[in-house]
Each structure stands twice: as C-alpha cells, then as structure tokens.
C-alpha cells in the first residue's frame, strides 16, 4: 500500500526505503520519539519530507487530494476524541465522514463485545474512563 523511498523528516526519520503492505490494520510501535506519529503524519499528508518520496498504490502520495487520501487511510492517535453524544453517535459518526453507510446496533455491539466494552450503545461518551474512550 505504502512504499517510501529516501525520506527524511526534520532529524527525526531517515528511511532509505520501507514498504507497509496492504492489510486490514498497521500497527506501530517503539520507544518515545522514535518517529511514530511523524511516520504518521507523513503518511496522511499533515506533513511532508524534507527529501524523499512516499507512494501509496503506486502513486505518488503529493498527487492525492488529502481530504479523500484520510478518507481511505486512517490515523488513530493515543489520545481518544469523542464528540459529545453516545458511544452509538460517535461510533456512526466515523462512519458518516468516511462517507459510508452506518452500521446496524447489532453490528455495533459486536464491536463493543470486541474490544471488551461492557457499556449500551446509549451511554454517554462524556463518562467514559479514558481506558474506556
């Protein structure tokens, strides 16, 4: 999905080359300030390399509007954003910015079931633990 070539970013990455498959979830991991949420950012198009070039699908990412390149590929970042509302608007909330159909409550369920959240689908995200968020 992601191949980059000869990137470097303000000090902080220097990649000669790095190839990220395409898969369902892509999971970073290291020590603090290693460069993560910058790889990050480069690959959604908040920042750009001092030098190098970065291709998603074979394009060059500088030719994706990145509106529509957040559209396809998502950032999640360690500290939760919730919108005020319930776990359910805030689930189909996503949904509805990606521009796709929302989900059935059954569906959502099972996602809270997933991740172990023992919580109605109308509880308030405001009560939340930040473990929970």
């Known amino acids: ?54 291709f998603y699908q074979e394009q060059l990412l500088g030719t994706f509007n ?21 776990i359910e608007e805030n689930l189909q909330f996503g949904l509805e910015l990606t521009e796709r159909e929302k989900e059935s409550k059954d569906e959502l369920l099972n996602v809270l079931e997933t991740v172990l959240l023992k919580k109605p689908l109308s509880a308030d995200v405001e009560k939340l633990s930040g473990g929970e968020k």
Do not use: W, Y
Not at 31 to 38: I, L, M, P, R, V
Not at 67 to 76: D, K
């Open 66 to 86: 990145p509106i529509e390149l957040r559209r396809q590929v998502t950032m999640l970042s360690q500290t939760a954003l919730t919108l005020p509302g319930t």
């Open 1 to 54: 999905m992601f191949r980059l070539e000869n990137i470097t970013f303000k000090g902080i990455l220097n990649i000669d080359h790095l190839e990220i498959p395409a898969r369902k979830i892509t999971c970073l991991t290291g020590e603090s300030g290693a460069g993560k949420t910058s790889l990050l950012r480069l690959l959604n198009r908040m920042n750009e390399p001092d030098t190098g070039s970065i």
